[in-house]
């Protein structure tokens, strides 16, 4: 057994790669002729954005455990089928599910005030009918963790953290912590709840939920996010020297173990059938909008690529393209990291050639970066790509990558990516908000970003040498 098993490896060492990364392998002009016609034919295709509208308007939102989460995933299925895709499969993901009841807030003194709030993923409830209890502010995480352990017995710890407003979502991260692991830090601290200004940019009076670090279960204490302009009420409120108290009232339900699925459709290499390159978005959303820029749009820009290619080259590419619409991504990346712990497991991790997630919105595309552990004999590659997608004011961009959410747990097992940077800057507007919805979304950007995923999507597949 042993003996073969290794007969086996050396077999393969001897035979499979053909083209050893050590040169430097030309894109062919066909290949760059190709990309380029593609480029252009995608311009003037809606597919994508077609696709969005029925996701959002005939599904709807897509959280995990909702029966929208099942249509969405029969819808999938049934449009990568109908969209002439090789291979259409879904791989069961398990996971613990987690939904709101009721969320409400009001501000009882100084003066009674209805607030716009939403629930943390997985935020605990609070007692039934819903607790009264006096606000203490906090301008950061930082300053809620400076104060005591236990000396916000009977408060609701508030934190007013505002997100910056930036083209790369580069804000996001330093204000996430809050939403994030707000609730331990509030439970350390002796609060009976958390309160947090939303993880957003707007001025809407929309709260945005997101998930918290907690993967079972709920969270150390019930955990809310208020609009922004209610954050700012409530400030505005300390500022003139009141001491506010407000009723919270949070109902939340974990439904235990449930099963969500990734929904993969494949155009099957012609030459390296084995070799896997992967585009794709998430095909879950939070529960408050119909997920049209988180994710849908993503969802649908890959789905539309993929069928791109497939309908218009006269060959397939030489390599598998798999478009995988990941399952469960708000609530953790779950469906991304069983489908790389599956792929670690079975070995086929080292076919993974290279990929990049569409989950950053429905903004034009400006810039192709790349990941550090990508050849130098395969830079002039990603050099190409972005030189063709030059016409639709792509540039170069230096910088690392793990090519999007879902792509991380790919990313840390060595597989390289790019990213397909999209102007974020309104991004955290819609961001998790009942305000993500199609009507936001521009046609022409649609467009745009399919012409770039297919440049980067078929050269990719196309190009013979490796890339690790
Ligand atoms: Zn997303």
Redesign the pocket.
Same mark, same amino acid.
């Given at each position: 057994m042993k003996i073969t098993k290794i007969m086996a490896v050396a077999a393969f060492l001897f035979t499979a790669p053909t083209i050893a990364s050590s040169e430097i392998i030309p894109v062919s002009k066909e290949t760059k002729e190709m990309a380029a016609s593609l480029r252009d034919i995608a311009i003037k295709d809606d597919n994508a954005y077609e696709l969005l509208k029925s996701l959002t308007t005939e599904v709807g939102a897509r959280h995990p455990g909702t029966p929208g989460e099942k249509a969405g995933i029969e819808w999938g299925v049934k449009q990568l089928q109908a969209l002439g895709f090789d291979k259409v499969y879904t791989e069961d993901v398990k996971m613990n599910g987690w939904i709101r009841l009721v969320e409400t807030a009001e501000i009882l003194v100084p003066s009674y005030q209805k607030m716009i709030i939403t629930a943390l993923g997985r935020s605990k409830s609070t007692p039934e009918g819903g607790l009264e209890a006096q606000i203490v502010h906090f301008e950061s995480y930082a300053d809620l963790e400076k104060t005591a352990d236990g000396s916000l017995k009977g408060k609701i710890a508030f934190i007013s953290n505002r997100m910056e407003r930036l083209k790369n979502g580069g804000g996001y991260g330093p204000a996430n912590i809050a939403r994030s692991k707000g609730h331990e830090l509030a439970a350390q601290k002796g609060a009976e709840a958390l309160l947090i200004r939303s993880i957003g940019t707007d001025d809407h009076r929309n709260p945005h939920t997101g998930a918290t670090n907690v993967a079972m279960g709920y969270t150390k204490v019930p955990a809310v996010a208020l609009s922004n302009p209610d954050a700012d009420q409530l400030v505005r409120l300390i500022a003139y020297g009141h001491h506010p108290k407000i009723r919270l009232n949070i109902q939340t339900k974990d439904l235990g173990a449930i099963v969500t699925k990734n929904v993969i459709g494949e155009i099957t290499g012609r030459e390296l059938p084995e070799e896997i390159v992967v585009i794709g !978005?998430?095909l879950d959303?939070w529960d408050l909008g119909t997920g049209a820029v #988180? #994710?849908g749009a !993503?969802v649908t820009i890959a789905m539309a690529t993929g069928a791109l290619i497939k309908n218009n080259t006269k060959m397939r590419p030489r390599r598998t393209i798999r478009v995988i619409l990941w399952g469960a /991504? /708000?609530l953790g990346l779950i469906g991304a990291r069983a489908y790389a712990k599956a792929r670690k497991a079975d070995g086929t991790i080292a076919k993974h050639i290279i990929g990049s997630e569409s #989950?950053?919105g429905a903004g034009p595309v400006y810039g192709l970066q790349s990941s550090d552990n990508i050849s130098t004999n395969a830079i002039h590659v990603i050099d190409t790509m972005a030189g063709i997608m030059g016409e639709l004011g792509v540039t170069r961009r230096s910088g690392n990558t793990s090519g999007g959410?879902d792509m991380i747990p790919l990313a840390v097992l060595g597989v390289p990516a790019v990213n397909l940077m999209q102007d974020g800057t309104d991004y955290f507007d819609l961001h998790h908000t009942p305000d993500d919805t199609f009507d936001k979304v521009n046609p022409k950007h649609m467009r745009q970003n399919v012409a770039a995923w297919s440049v980067f999507a078929y050269i990719a597949a196309e190009w013979p040498g490796s890339f690790k």
């Open positions: !978005g998430h959303s #988180d #994710d !993503g /991504e /708000e #989950d950053f959410p």
